[in-house]
């Protein structure tokens, strides 16, 4: 049903959401290991 589009849509979006903020903060960690000091 439209519902169910309705609703998987938003957990693979949240999903989505999830893993960007994971490689995203990995990203942000890494470039502090290099750059204690980051401007």
Same mark, same amino acid.
């Given at each position: $049903?439209?519902? !169910?589009?309705?609703?998987?849509?938003?957990?693979? $979006? +949240?999903? +989505?959401?999830?893993?960007?903020?994971?490689?995203?903060? !990995?990203?942000?960690?890494?470039?502090?290991? !290099?750059?204690?000091?980051?401007?």
């Amino acid at each position: $049903t439209i519902d !169910y589009v309705r609703k998987r849509n938003e957990a693979v $979006t +949240c999903w +989505c959401v999830l893993v960007i903020w994971e490689i995203w903060d !990995y990203l942000e960690v890494g470039a502090s290991f !290099y750059h204690p000091n980051p401007i």
